[in-house]
Each structure stands twice: as structure tokens, then as C-alpha cells.
């Protein structure tokens, strides 16, 4: 990162005193640092701690003379290479979110024209209310990145995800972020879906299955490192979000297959999320437990088969469809069944009754028209790798072939 101009904007909460170790970090790294410091953050850091580390003044007026004088709200945010909000306050995200422009922070959020990599930072029920969840999608549709949270302890006492990225994570964000489109997947565009999906039952219940979403974000992950603009479209899973990665978070089978509808075109589409087949038409209230009862009948309907769907596109199918086959029995024999059925260009198969549901291992095997190709048991981060490197390979025989790839 030699060379780099960072903006940081720093909100106003505990994890602010991370900010001081992410700027001696990206120092060490390379890169200068010109901070932007809010009212709530100076509640919690001092500006003469970011001056010092930074060798730069630390700004926090809008309506500085010395600064505006120069028009300095244009000027930081557009003489800097990534603007980088850590930590990303509940309200610094709902206000970049909506536009506002009521301090020095959020008007050169609104005046910038460089990509902004937010690390979020609050509570675990402030990051998990629908419209902390509306604010985060809005800006990532915008083109927003984000890095964590982080799931863990905080300093309320209590736990869960909400934590702010360790200043080592938010680095290799900013160098993703920096990095010049180069690698295998140099300018395409790859979605990928992970996790589970969640069907409720009724306000409280819902049916779901046992992914952790672990290999579909390594596969995300992997693919931004060779160069891909990807998206991922998770469903609920108990993971930070990858760096340099554009996420969609959904909840059913429904909204998944719209947040991708959504996110088309593109080259490459991989279905790893383990969507459920069906779902019920969900109460409005809790269905109640009574002494006496039979147990309510549960109608179920069939679900969008997402895969199927993309696959079938005609002229907006990727040129790339590439499926997860996760059995417990006669697993190549689904798989190529799968693989015909649904017309895709790879399946990647494995056997979930040997504990790969949220283990950090997994065994895949490669079903094409070709034949199969079996990996030993390998890290998911290296299955996500080697997969990547076999999907870059693909589509430059299809260009080969004179395909439109």
C-alpha cells in the first residue's frame, strides 16, 4: 500500500480506540492517513493521539474556516484512495445510508467519489434490528464494502455479533480493496449464495438445515482475491462478512432467488447455500401448545429451486452455473442426476454425514459431463481456492471454444 491515502472517519463508540492500532498498522503497511474525527468519536479518543500517529492534523468541524476555506470536504474526500469508516456506528451507517449531511463525517461520505469500506460497531441487537439490516443493504447496493462484524464479547458484557474487525482484518480489507483488478477473474462478475435459509412457521418457528455458510463465504472470499467483482447472497449464518465483497443477507428460499434476480447478469453463478425445498404458509401469531392437542398439520409448498432457475436463463445464464450436492447416501449417483436435471456445468458434491456441516474440512468431488474428479479432505478456505482456480480455468476454455465468456 505504499502510497495510499486513507480517510478514516472515525465513530463515535468503545471500538474507537482500535482506530489508534489500525492507523499505526496502515502506516506500517505503507499507506498515509488523514483522520476525520466525529463529536461522539472525541468522547471516546483524542485528536492529539490521531495526530500523533498519523502526522497529519485530525479534522472535526464542518464549518472549520482554516478547512472549508479550501472547500475541505470535497477536497479530503476526493484526494484520498479508499475512505475506510471504522468504527461504523449504528448511526453513522443509518445517516450515509439516507444521504445525510449534517456534520463533517457524513457530508464527505455524500461528497466522495472513492470507495468506502465501512467495519461496523455496536451491540448485537443494534446490528441485528431490521433497520441497522435495511441501512447495510442499502449502502451495499450502493457499492459500499464492509469488513465484521466480529461475534464476541463486548464491552456491554454481553455477547454476540457486533464486535468491530481487528485492526489486522480491517488492513487486509483495505489492501482487497486497493488492489488493482488483477488475477484469474479479472473483470467478471461472480454470485455466490451461502448459508441456510430460514422458512418461518410462524412468528417464532421456522425450518431450516445445519449449513454454516462457512465454504460458501470462503468461496466469495476466494474469488475477490482473484480479482472477481463478486456479490454474495447469504442467508443467516454466524460469520463476519468478506472482505471486498458486495453481501446481500436474506432470510427464505423467496427472497434469496430475489436478491439474485437482483444481482444478475453474471459470468460465473455458484449455488452453495443449502435452501430449504419447501416451506409452509406461516402463522400470523405463534401457534399454541394445548394440553390434549394433536400436533398442528404442517402443509408445505414447494420452493423457487434457485439453481434450476439461473441455470435456465437462455441469453442472461451465466456462462459459468456451478451447483452443491449435499447427500448422505449414493452421493456421485445424485450428483450427476442432479447435474442433468438441472442442466448446470458443475456440481460439486459431498457427503454431509461425515460432519462437514459447520466443520472447517470439507471432501469435494467434481461432477462435470466429463467425468468426476475427487479432492482429498482439504480446508474449506482450499477447497474455495482450488475451486476457484478450476471455475478461471473453465471459462478460458470457453473463450477458447469461441464462447461468449
Keep these: 500500500m505504499a502510497g495510499k491515502r486513507i480517510l478514516l472517519v472515525v465513530g463515535g463508540g468503545i471500538a474507537a480506540y482500535k482506530a489508534l492500532e489500525l492507523v499505526r498498522r496502515l502506516g506500517d503497511a505503507g499507506a498515509s492517513t488523514r483522520v476525520v474525527l466525529t463529536a461522539a468519536g472525541k468522547e471516546f479518543v483524542t485528536e492529539l493521539s490521531f495526530a500523533a500517529l498519523s502526522g497529519a492534523p485530525v479534522h472535526t468541524d464542518l464549518f472549520s474556516s482554516a478547512l472549508e476555506g479550501e472547500m475541505g470536504h470535497i477536497r479530503l474526500s476526493r484526494e484520498a484512495d479508499l475512505v475506510v469508516?471504522?468504527?461504523?456506528?449504528a448511526d453513522l451507517l443509518a445517516r450515509a445510508a439516507n444521504g445525510l449531511a449534517n456534520d463533517l463525517a457524513t457530508t464527505l461520505l455524500l461528497a466522495t467519489d472513492k470507495r468506502v469500506l465501512f467495519a461496523p460497531a455496536m451491540n448485537w441487537r443494534m446490528w441485528l434490528h431490521p433497520a441497522t439490516r435495511r441501512n447495510v443493504e442499502r449502502l451495499a447496493s450502493d457499492g459500499a464494502l464492509f469488513v465484521g462484524?466480529?461475534?464476541?464479547?463486548?464491552?456491554?458484557?454481553?455477547?454476540?455479533?457486533?464486535?468491530?474487525?481487528?485492526?489486522?482484518?480491517?488492513?487486509?480489507?483495505?489492501?482487497?480493496?486497493?488492489?488493482?483488478?488483477?488475477?484469474?477473474l479479472a473483470g467478471r462478475h461472480v454470485i455466490v449464495t451461502s448459508g441456510p435459509t430460514h422458512e418461518p412457521i410462524d412468528p417464532v418457528r421456522y425450518i431450516a438445515n445445519r449449513s454454516s455458510g462457512k465454504q460458501g463465504h470462503a468461496i466469495a472470499t476466494a474469488a475477490a482475491r482473484a480479482g472477481a467483482r463478486v456479490t454474495l447472497v447469504s442467508g443467516p449464518v454466524n460469520l463476519p462478512d468478506p472482505a471486498g465483497v458486495e453481501?446481500?443477507?436474506?432470510?427464505?428460499?423467496?427472497?434469496?432467488?430475489?436478491?439474485?434476480?437482483?444481482?444478475?447478469?453474471?459470468?460465473?453463478?455458484?449455488?452453495?447455500?443449502?435452501?430449504?425445498?419447501?416451506?409452509?404458509?406461516?402463522?400470523?401469531?405463534?401457534?399454541?401448545?394445548?394440553?390434549?392437542?394433536?400436533?398442528?398439520?404442517?402443509?408445505?409448498?414447494?420452493?423457487?429451486?434457485?439453481?434450476?432457475?439461473?441455470?435456465?436463463?437462455?441469453?442472461?445464464?451465466?456462462?459459468?452455473?456451478?451447483?452443491?450436492?449435499?447427500?448422505?447416501?449414493?452421493?456421485?449417483?445424485?450428483a450427476r442426476d442432479k447435474l442433468v436435471r438441472k442442466r448446470v456445468d458443475l456440481i460439486v458434491a459431498n457427503d454431509v454425514g461425515s460432519g462437514v456441516f459447520g466443520a472447517g474440512e470439507n471432501e469435494a468431488h467434481l461432477v462435470t459431463a466429463e467425468g468426476v474428479e475427487s479432492w482429498p479432505r482439504l480446508g474449506k478456505d482450499e477447497v474455495a481456492s482450488r475451486l476457484v482456480a478450476r471455475i478461471a480455468t473453465m471459462l478460458e476454455a470457453s473463450a477458447g471454444k469461441g464462447g461468449a465468456a
Excluded at 85 to 89: E, R
Excluded at 272 to 301: T, Y
Aim: charged share 25%.
Design 85 to 89: 469508516v471504522a468504527p461504523a456506528t
Design 247 to 334: 453481501v446481500r443477507r436474506v432470510e427464505t428460499a423467496r427472497e434469496m432467488l430475489a436478491a439474485v434476480d437482483a444481482a444478475l447478469p453474471a459470468d460465473v453463478f455458484i449455488g452453495a447455500a443449502a435452501v430449504a425445498d419447501w416451506r409452509v404458509e406461516a402463522a400470523g401469531d405463534k401457534i399454541k401448545k394445548k394440553k390434549g392437542d394433536s400436533p398442528p398439520a404442517l402443509a408445505l409448498v414447494e420452493n423457487p429451486d434457485i439453481l434450476a432457475d439461473v441455470a435456465a436463463r437462455g441469453r442472461e445464464r451465466p456462462r459459468l452455473v456451478i451447483g452443491f450436492a449435499a447427500e448422505t447416501e449414493n452421493l456421485l449417483a445424485h
Design 149 to 184: 462484524p466480529e461475534e464476541g464479547d463486548m464491552a456491554c458484557g454481553e455477547y454476540g455479533p457486533g464486535r468491530m474487525s481487528e485492526p489486522e482484518a480491517i488492513v487486509r480489507a483495505v489492501q482487497t480493496a486497493l488492489a488493482p483488478a488483477s488475477g484469474p
